[in-house]
């Protein structure tokens, strides 16, 4: 079959979308241990003192909503984009253009999709939380907040069960 004809394309589809899960795998398990390894860590320095010091100081027990996002300041995020970058670029060089195509832009989406959840978490009126399983992951998250020795992950939770730090929400209102 001709790469780029109709027939290829729907050919690769399965293999295509096992890129596109497998990368958002990728991401969300690399946020989930970055965020314990250096997020929460002494030793991390710069971003031990940007994490602890402003977003756990600006949401914490009484206060985990605002009305504007405070995260402004302390974001470790582009920190990430750089190793992301150069590792997704390195795979440039070895993986089919397609498939190539498809992680790039799910990488994206993935990456994307981290910093928003993070980021409405805490917005109050956002429009997802008509959703039980944002809510719910709201919860999961807010617990993080208030014990900061679980719930690192930020979209998928599973990863805090294979990493033994999975924590329920307490009974009390949050
Ligand atoms: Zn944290
Ligand atoms: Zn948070």
Redesign the pocket.
Known sequence: MMPGSAGWFLSEVPLLALTAVGTHLVMSGSQTLL?RWL??RRWSGRFYRN??NF??VYYARGHLISTVYRGEEGNNTPFFLIPTLLAGGGLFFVLPGAVFLVMALAGAASFYGHVYFDKVYHVAGSPLERFAWFRRKQQLHFV??LH?NSN?AVIDFFWDRLLGTYREPDEEAL
Do not use: I, L, P, Q
């Open positions: 965020h997020g929460h994490h602890v977003h756990h993080h907040h900061a690192f």
